[in-house]
Structures are given as structure tokens and as C-alpha cells.
T-cell receptor, first 119, second 112 residues
Framework: DGGITQSPKYLFRKEGQNVTLSCEQNLNHDAMYWYRQDPGQGLRLIYYSQIVNDFQKGDIAEGYSVSREKKESFPLTVTSAQKNPTAFYLC??????????????????FGAGTRLSVL | EDKVVQSPLSLVVHEGDTVTLNCSYEVTNFRSLLWYKQEKKAPTFLFMLTSSGIEKKSGRLSSILDKKELFSILNITATQTGDSAVYLCAVEATGANSKLTFGKGITLSVRP
């Protein structure tokens, strides 16, 4: 049963604490992404990774960090430097990123999300 | 800066109605436009549009792109309560830093 699994579904962060959100995929996709969704706003890109051991900042990377040590996994750490972390976080993956020949490979598929709140 | 604007932001209809959701965009080096449906958590992929005037259809849902006027519409006919969701439009640009730019989404509520 292929898909993208995010955990936990709900997470609470205390002030000054770092927390890590998990994202695992068994779709054999090369590219993975993290987005943040706030009420009344579109999804905003935090980080993306096109291949193992490589990742790039998105539009709102400050206060976040990622790693891509395995193809299947792309965890996101929300650090204490992120002053407004309360949001819904979505992980996505695609076969490829920015491919020119077969655009269907760029379609991103999403996990069910993690809702992060601050205590 | 790339921009995607969806309208209306929310919509309430009754079962059986037909709805049209709009998405306009300004993007440098357009590659594709995508529609997603987000019911509770995970957005699910609906359509990818790359060429003007070619309708994509899946059951009661259909979508079309106008690259000259820079917009797309998503039509839902004979709406059902299960169509209640947020519909997201996103545009992909070409280039080394290609990414999806999302609109704010349209909240559709279908009343019995």
C-alpha cells in the first residue's frame, strides 16, 4: 500500500523546544517537500529535496531545518528560532522535480499532515 | 513574484447544483497548472493542465486552461455533499528553482 506517512498527527511544542515532524514515503519518489498551511493562506514551501543528501530552502525556511539521509525519509525540525510555529504542516513527494519531458512526473502527492500547536 | 488568485474564496450550494471555481495566475515561464481537493487533511490530486483549450474530465469534474488570459476553471456538475472541500489551485514554473505556487483555496460547502 504505497503512500506518504506523516507523524504525529498532532504535536505540541513548549517554548524554546525543538520538535521534529516525520515524513516517510514508499513510492520510490526522488523529490520531497515540506509546506506550511495557515488559515486563509495558500501552502508555502519550507524546504525541498531533489535527491538524497541534498536539499534547498524554499520561501520560508527560517527557523526550520531538514535532512535527507534516506530516499524514503525527509524529517522537518521546527527549531526554537521559529517564533510562530503554530500551523498545519504538509509533506509531499514527486517522482521528479522540474523535469521537462514528462510533466506528470512533477505531480506532487501529499501526506495527511501534522498539526503543530504551541503550549 | 509568481501569484495565484482563486475566486470565490468560499461558496455554499445545494446538492445537484453546478459550480465553477476560478483560478487566475501571473507566473514567469509557466509550465503547468494543478488542481487539488483537500477534504480534511491531505490534498488529493485532481488535474494537471498544460495546454490551452483541452478539457480534462473525471466523472462530474472537469477543468480547462486558458494560457492567453491566464486562468483556469474547475467545474463540478450535479454536486454532492462529498464534494464539500477546499479546492486548491497551484501553478508550476520552469527553471532551476521551479516550484509550485498555491492560491489560498476555495472552500466549497454542498448542503443536502
Amino acid at each position: 500500500d504505497g503512500g506518504i506517512t506523516q507523524s504525529p498527527k498532532y504535536l505540541f511544542r513548549k517554548e524554546g523546544q525543538n520538535v521534529t515532524l516525520s515524513c516517510e514515503q514508499n513510492l520510490n519518489h526522488d523529490a520531497m517537500y515540506w509546506y506550511r498551511q495557515d488559515p486563509g493562506q495558500g501552502l508555502r514551501l519550507i524546504y525541498y529535496s531533489q535527491i538524497v543528501n541534498d536539499f534547498q530552502k524554499g520561501d520560508i525556511a527560517e527557523g526550520y531545518s531538514v535532512s535527507r539521509e534516506k530516499k524514503e525519509s525527509f524529517p522537518l525540525t521546527v527549531t526554537s528560532a521559529q517564533k510562530n510555529p503554530t500551523a498545519f504542516y504538509l509533506c509531499a513527494s514527486s517522482i521528479d522535480r522540474g523535469g521537462q519531458l514528462n510533466l506528470a512526473k512533477n505531480i506532487q502527492y501529499f501526506g495527511a499532515g501534522t498539526r503543530l500547536s504551541v503550549l | 513574484e509568481d501569484k495565484v488568485v482563486q475566486s470565490p474564496l468560499s461558496l455554499v450550494v445545494h446538492e445537484g447544483d453546478t459550480v465553477t471555481l476560478n483560478c487566475s495566475y501571473e507566473v514567469t515561464n509557466f509550465r503547468s497548472l494543478l488542481w487539488y481537493k483537500q477534504e480534511k487533511k491531505a490534498p488529493t490530486f485532481l488535474f494537471m493542465l498544460t495546454s490551452s483549450g483541452i478539457e480534462k474530465k473525471s466523472g462530474r469534474l472537469s477543468s480547462i486552461l486558458d494560457k492567453k488570459e491566464l486562468f483556469s476553471i474547475l467545474n463540478i456538475t450535479a454536486t454532492q455533499t462529498g464534494d464539500s472541500a477546499v479546492y486548491l489551485c497551484a501553478v508550476e514554473a520552469t527553471g532551476a528553482n521551479s516550484k509550485l505556487t498555491f492560491g489560498k483555496g476555495i472552500t466549497l460547502s454542498v448542503r443536502p
